[in-house]
């Protein structure tokens, strides 16, 4: 009977880790506009933190930068937060949007 339960409770964490999974990733992939591209006007830390080249501290100041100079008119206003450069813009290029700025 022991065994059965720990059985079964095992498998319920998995479900709920292959659930977490999945709703992060659909949060994730998608935008207001359905392009699946993370809008940085809204973004999240979290959500910027998963962009190629953008760890913790650059999404914190994208958001930082964002709250006190007010939303981005485009995707190269990123270029005015500091830390990001011409190289590192060209990585998430493709990966963001300036949408409903």
Do not use: C, Q, W
Request: hydrophobic content about 45%; glycine content about 12%; cysteine-free.
């Amino acid at each position: 009977m022991r065994k059965e339960i720990m059985y079964r409770l095992s498998r319920l964490a998995v479900a709920a880790l292959i659930l977490t999974f999945f709703a992060g990733s659909i949060a994730f992939a998608g935008s207001a506009d359905g392009s699946g591209k993370i809008n940085i006007n809204e973004a999240t830390v979290k959500e910027l933190s998963g962009l190629p080249g953008i760890g913790k501290k650059k999404a914190e100041a994208i958001v930082a930068y964002r709250n006190e100079k007010g939303k981005f008119a485009s995707v190269e206003d990123l270029r005015k937060v500091e830390g990001i450069g011409a190289k590192l813009l060209d990585r998430v290029r493709d990966h963001v949007t300036a949408g409903g700025s």
